[in-house]
């Protein structure tokens, strides 16, 4: 839920064209004891200027019940508990409709028992009306100190949008996770023979960047599926 306390549209010749402040709440409530199990609750400021820049930035007060210790990676996990903390979010974009277009984001500040600090950055190239290419990189920091646990993750990933006509187009993704040493591959085709028709041919690969990290030795195909989708909508 989101309450947006107040909005403005300033006069025309501001920079900006709107900016408001806002306030996010989470409550996640058991079924059976009706107990907290997660909550969320934080102000924030966001805007647009008449440019088509864009910025956001909010601070969090977050409270997570474990019931269970899970694992984030191989050298890190959260214990069951209760824990509260805090953080701050904020991203900017330039504006879409441009040539190039890169987003920014940060997401800091302290994670159940430890410290987290993640940063991304996604580049998009409109290289004709019918090719566009885009990128992505994140990167994850989480320590625990008291508990001398810590992980480093990278993502990385490349997309590419084909557009042959206004009916046939093809959508390219590869995605790399160092967390867990893999390869993350989307392909798919869609045609669009009218208003409210649309096929589909997806296919998904994970392959295993360090088959040999592990006993006994993974293959180098994780999962492989191929889809096939057809969705038509009734006018009524």
Request: hydrophobic share 35%.
């Amino acid at each position: 839920m989101v309450w947006h306390c107040n909005g403005w549209f300033p006069e025309e010749s501001s920079t900006f064209f709107r900016h408001q402040v806002f306030l996010d709440q989470l409550l996640v409530l058991g079924n059976t004891d009706g107990a907290t199990e997660s909550a969320y609750l934080g102000p924030g400021y966001e805007f647009e200027t008449r440019s088509g820049h864009k910025g956001r930035i909010t601070t969090g007060l977050f409270y997570e019940n474990v019931p269970e210790s899970f694992s984030l990676s191989d050298e890190a996990e959260v214990p069951e508990g209760e824990y509260t903390y805090y953080g701050l979010k904020g991203e900017f974009s330039t504006p879409s409709g441009k040539l190039i277009y890169t987003k920014v984001d940060l997401d800091a500040g302290s994670f159940y028992d430890g410290w987290r600090l993640t940063l991304g950055l996604t580049p998009r190239w409109n290289a004709s009306p019918s090719l566009e290419l885009g990128g992505s990189y994140q990167f994850n920091r989480v320590t625990f100190p008291d508990r001398d646990q810590h992980f480093t993750a990278h993502i990385g990933g490349l997309r590419v949008l084909y557009m042959l006509n206004t009916r046939f187009s093809a959508t390219a993704f590869i995605q790399y996770n160092s967390a867990v040493d893999a390869v993350i591959t989307n392909i798919r085709l869609r045609y669009n023979p009218r208003e409210g028709n649309d096929l589909y041919l997806v296919y998904n690969e994970g392959l295993n960047t360090n088959r040999y990290g592990e006993y006994p030795v993974l293959p180098l195909t994780s999962n492989r599926t191929v889809m096939l989708k057809y969705t038509y909508t009734f006018n009524l």
